[in-house]
């Protein structure tokens, strides 16, 4: 009688276990990719406002749209950081599906209404350390992921930035650079190298990595939207 009990109570088990619905799989995407952005110091409110729209308008130019809907999945995932000091990261937009001109523009639209804050120091390193976190924590699977990291500045707070990106590629992650070049220095300073030199050797890494330079902020959009339009494609 006990082994009878033991049995029903066992396919009972079993039949609870093949009766539980499968994991959902992750949504499929061309590439996942972290828009890492500067917010130190160094950049005053006009250039943050540039920055920001910038990034709003070469998301949802009707260009890059056309790329991403070219691509083999036909859609990217998108999530848009915030960094300034080795403490300070923040995923201002998380992951968002672009796949169509209607999910670019929603996507800007709510860029336009995020609040900012300036921080000041800048870790570039503790930016490529926080994006390689919210790239494992994507809800969709991408056949490539790319961290995109923006500045005005070489690293001056955390650990170098080389190890940081020496760490991402080894995991499969390739960086690409988009440095913003102006005669300002930074907390009275200028950087000890180009700041395009830098990001060359320091910053960008992974099979086919590159970088564009936005000359000033004044400029910042069109180099944006070149960056998207190579990164995807």
């Given at each position: 009688?006990?082994?009878?009990?033991?049995?029903?109570?066992?396919?009972?088990?079993?039949?609870?276990?093949?009766?539980?619905?499968?994991?959902?799989?992750?949504?499929?995407?061309?590439?996942?990719?972290?828009?890492?952005?500067?917010?130190?110091?160094?950049?005053?409110?006009?250039?943050?406002?540039?920055?920001?729209?910038?990034?709003?308008?070469?998301?949802?130019?009707?260009?890059?749209?056309?790329?991403?809907?070219?691509?083999?999945?036909?859609?990217?995932g998108?999530?848009?950081?915030?960094?300034?000091?080795?403490?300070?990261?923040?995923?201002?937009?998380?992951?968002?599906?672009?796949?169509?001109?209607?999910?670019?523009?929603?996507?800007?639209?709510t860029?336009?209404?995020?609040?900012?804050?300036?921080?000041?120091?800048?870790?570039i390193?503790?930016?490529?350390?926080?994006?390689?976190?919210?790239?494992?924590?994507?809800?969709?699977?991408?056949?490539?992921?790319?961290?995109?990291?923006?500045?005005?500045?070489?690293?001056?707070?955390?650990?170098?930035a080389?190890?940081?990106?020496?760490?991402?590629?080894?995991?499969?992650?390739?960086?690409?650079?988009?440095?913003?070049v102006?005669?300002?220095?930074?907390?009275?300073?200028?950087?000890?190298?180009?700041?395009?030199?830098?990001?060359?050797?320091?910053?960008?890494?992974?099979?086919?990595?590159?970088?564009i330079?936005?000359?000033?902020?004044?400029?910042?959009?069109?180099?944006?939207?070149?960056?998207?339009?190579?990164?995807?494609?």
């Amino acid at each position: 009688m006990l082994r009878r009990s033991l049995l029903a109570s066992g396919l009972a088990a079993g039949a609870g276990l093949t009766a539980r619905p499968a994991r959902a799989q992750p949504e499929p995407v061309d590439v996942l990719l972290v828009l890492a952005v500067d917010v130190s110091r160094s950049i005053d409110e006009d250039e943050a406002r540039l920055q920001r729209e910038g990034y709003r308008a070469a998301v949802s130019d009707p260009r890059v749209v056309e790329v991403i809907r070219r691509g083999m999945i036909g859609a990217i995932g998108l999530a848009y950081v915030e960094w300034a000091g080795v403490e300070y990261q923040r995923v201002v937009i998380p992951w968002t599906r672009i796949a169509s001109q209607r999910d670019a523009d929603l996507w800007a639209e709510t860029l336009a209404e995020a609040p900012r804050v300036s921080l000041s120091w800048t870790s570039i390193s503790g930016a490529i350390d926080f994006s390689r976190q919210v790239l494992r924590e994507a809800p969709f699977e991408g056949t490539r992921r790319v961290i995109d990291v923006s500045g005005d500045g070489v690293n001056n707070s955390g650990r170098p930035a080389e190890h940081a990106r020496d760490e991402a590629v080894a995991e499969g992650i390739v960086i690409n650079g988009l440095p913003i070049v102006n005669d300002r220095p930074t907390f009275g300073r200028m950087p000890p190298i180009p700041l395009d030199r830098y990001f060359e050797q320091n910053v960008i890494g992974g099979p086919g990595a590159f970088m564009i330079v936005a000359e000033d902020f004044e400029a910042f959009g069109a180099a944006v939207r070149r960056k998207l339009l190579r990164e995807i494609a």
